[in-house]
T-cell receptor, first 115, second 110 residues
Framework: EAGVAQSPRYKIIEKRQSVAFWCNPISGHATLYWYQQILGQGPKLLIQFQNNGVVDDSQLPKDRFSAERLKGVDSTLKIQPAKLEDSAVYLC?????????????FGPGTRLTVL | AQRVTQPEKLLSVFKGAPVELKCNYSYSGSPELFWYVQYSRQRLQLLLRHISRESIKGFTADLNKGETSFHLKKPFAQEEDSAMYYCALRPSGGYNKLIFGAGTRLAVHP
């Protein structure tokens, strides 16, 4: 079975620019997650979708970050405008469901460097 | 506060030596604990969860609620065990959210 797909794999931008990341989850997975992993730290959940609805965005910096999952499949995470501290790996994960334990499967990540 | 602490950034051992990767958590309820692993140039993947109480690739982990710990152990390390290991906590109830520790890099030398 195909895994979680993410693009681009790498992105370099200057501060105050905008950037968008794309994620395609495993087919049939209702729940999609975006994590931010800063160098030297573990992944931190930014937002969790159940189908096309948001169930947890408590750690999403909403003044600059936005995410959508319009048709309950693919998702886009946007940063506008970027700051230096946004440099990180952005991981997308998916699971069959999200209301009880379901194994999360991770994508390869997008490494963002903000100069 | 919900927190996972992995006190060692790097653990370096020789092949055949025992390994223990430490994980402590802070959570007032009954959590589920997991170990995730990321091998070089591969994706983050689940290694084991405490509820399963199984051994994966020779690794075991026991949840100690008294000490709020979930240490990962293997009696004889192999070179292919070299990787980043993350301990994670899933709070009870609610959604399938994971809280990760900062990770420990295990380096197994020949």
């Amino acid at each position: 079975e195909a895994g979680v797909a993410q693009s681009p794999r790498y992105k370099i931008i200057e501060k105050r620019q905008s950037v968008a990341f794309w994620c395609n989850p495993i087919s049939g997975h209702a729940t999609l997650y975006w994590y931010q992993q800063i160098l030297g730290q573990g992944p931190k959940l930014l937002i969790q979708f159940q189908n096309n609805g948001v169930v947890d965005d408590s750690q999403l910096p909403k003044d600059r970050f936005s995410a959508e999952r319009l048709k309950g499949v693919d998702s886009t995470l946007k940063i506008q405008p970027a700051k230096l501290e946004d440099s990180a790996v952005y991981l997308c994960a998916s699971s069959l469901g999200g209301d009880r334990y379901n194994e999360q499967f991770f994508g390869p990540g997008t490494r963002l460097t903000v100069l | 506060a919900q927190r996972v602490t992995q006190p060692e950034k790097l653990l370096s051992v020789f092949k055949g030596a025992p390994v223990e990767l430490k994980c402590n958590y802070s959570y007032s309820g009954s959590p589920e604990l997991f170990w995730y692993v990321q091998y070089s140039r591969q994706r983050l993947q689940l290694l084991l969860r405490h509820i399963s109480r199984e051994s994966i690739k020779g690794f075991t982990a026991d949840l100690n609620k008294g000490e709020t710990s979930f240490h990962l152990k293997k009696p004889f390390a192999q070179e292919e065990d070299s990787a980043m290991y993350y301990c994670a906590l899933r709070p009870s109830g609610g959604y399938n959210k994971l809280i990760f520790g900062a990770g420990t890099r295990l380096a197994v030398h020949p």
